[in-house]
């Protein structure tokens, strides 16, 4: 499913919105989840999961094409931890046997 | 302070001007369709952000971490998120902008 899927799943079950006014909110939504990540501040999705950014300290590696050592600088990386009700539904999905 | 449904509702209103109903429901949408999508199997990919993959993970040997006892770990599906390259590199520059906490 890519984004404009989505946009038209939102569209079916629902009739006050144009699917204009579902673009830009879809877009706002995820432009809100960016910009808080942005700030290093977490988002808290309950029964999706949360994100937030881990740190990578800097490390030595190597270019590929030269094989010249360069230093990487640290850096954060965003991170999605799923929440319990998404860990659920996607494993009974997929037919597999739940752990309790 | 972290993102919450509320506050992401809220900006629906501040800024699209949709009414706090319609912005719950769009929040609440938005969120569910992407879980029905992952519930069906499918991989979710927004761009600009990243993607939602699924992951078929075998059976394998496991450990009470209290007891010590041998229990086996099921075999699952499960959702990993990664970062489109757009994202990571607007997080990235972070560290570089901001001394750590």
Known sequence: MIKSELIDEIA????????KDIELS???????MVETLEKSERIEIRGFGSFSLHYRPARK????????????PEKYVPHFKPGKELRERVNIGGGYTRTK | MALTKAAIANGLYNELGLNKREAKEMVESFFEEIRLGLEKGEQVKLSGFGNFDLHDKQERPGRNPKTGKEIPISARRVVT???GQKLRTRIESYARTNKRK
């Open chain 1, 61 to 72: 590696g190597r270019n590929p094409k030269t094989g010249e050592p360069v230093v990487l």
């Open chain 2, 81 to 83: 998120f990664r970062p």
């Open chain 1, 12 to 19: 079916l079950k629902q009739t006050q919105l144009s699917i």
């Open chain 1, 26 to 32: 879809v877009k706002t939504i995820l432009t809100q």
